[in-house]
């Protein structure tokens, strides 16, 4: 049986690592075959420098003197609340999407594979059918038969594989515009409510703020110089609220930031941990089959390699027995030709050698028969038929003046 490795003595049996085709070989008992490389996605921590800034107290106000105050023109106001706004797409990629240029890639490539093969292997075949006859083109054509089947399943192995690599291609163009949309709207999401509770802060603060004047200011105006320094008590009460109402948003804000921006990290995270689990999974998956289709090829050659070795000895075997059949069938015919023309050639001889010899009976039986004296009768023996012939030469030449 011919080793699946090497190349046999017919000629047809390639390397797999012979093919200018460009993919990581994988190294087996039986041979070699093209395995992919998993590549895994990092995931990227997000980071927010603002989280854990406080915001600063106003400072200390008052004790305020007695006195009436007028009008204050500015109670009831309210402080301009954050405008919120949302971050724009994050854009898709142009390059997503269906691969113009796989189908005519993949057209080249079985080109080149069949240019291949019919200036290497079926020129072979030619060869070998130009010398074997017609007892040897049933096993060639046979051969050639099955290199061309190998042929077409090697370009549909290789389309197969191009158009899965696109596929796997395209899988992760499609997971990356995912995460990014997911980031862009946390992003926003983060924004706006961070928005939201700055705006609820300034509501509690111009709350307070104008509570506490109001209350100030109708203390003060009722006359009663006591009061100021409840109003007092009053302002450093709404200090000290406000300040509070500061530092416990601080706190709310950064605590909502850190879970909000954990959260996010922890998602990131396991999104990547399930698509790098689910692409090796798939490259595991392919590389198996890609193995496994290894081996019924090298199983399938050399099947076929031993079909093609055992077909052709037998051809062989048959082609000389039938040539040396041939020859001895040449050789007996021509001996008994040989034999035959021989024969004829005595034949022939004798009847040159008796001619003049009858010639000179006829004529002397015939003079005789004028002269009144008989007939006479002769008995032909086989002699020498050169020196039969000469010697009826000679006497014809006598007799008739020759």
Known sequence: MADNLGLSQYGYAQQPWQGPYGYYEQQTPLGSFGAANQQQAQ???????????????????GPVGTQYAGSNPYLGQTTQGVNYQAAQGAGTNAYAGANPYLEASIGGA??????????????????????SGSF?????????????NDLSKNIGNMASGARM????????????????????NQFNAGNQLQAGMANSGYNAGDLSRNLAGAQAVSMF??????????????????????????????????SNLMQSMGQFNAGTLNQNSQFNAGQGNALNQFNTGQGNQMIQNALGRNQNQGQFDANMAFNTNQFNAGQQQQGFNNYWTNAQNLYGMNNLGLTNANTIQNTPLN???????????????????S????????????????????IFGG
Do not use: C
């Open 359 to 377: 010639y000179w009976q006829q004529f002397m039986q015939g003079a005789n028969q004028a002269g009144g004296n008989g007939g006479t009768s």
């Open 43 to 61: 995931s990227s921590q997000a980071f927010n420098p603002y989280i854990g800034q406080q915001t600063q107290a106003p400072g200390q106000i």
């Open 136 to 148: 040897g083109n049933t096993g060639v054509e046979a051969a050639r038969g099955r290199a061309q």
């Open 165 to 184: 690599q696109d596929y796997t291609a395209q899988q992760g163009l499609a997971e990356n515009a995912l995460n990014r949309t997911q980031g862009l």
């Open 221 to 254: 105006n009722a006359g009663q110089g006591n009061q100021m320094g409840q109003f007092n008590a009053n302002l450093g009460l709404g200090q000290g609220q406000f300040a509070s109402t500061l530092g416990q948003n601080d706190l709310n804000r950064n």
């Open 379 to 398: 008995q032909n023996n086989p002699g020498n038929p050169l020196l039969g012939a000469i010697g009826g030469w000679q006497m014809g030449s006598k």
């Open 110 to 131: 079985a080109k080149d594979m069949t240019n291949a093969f019919n200036d290497t292997t079926n020129a072979q075949f030619d060869r070998q059918a130009a010398q």
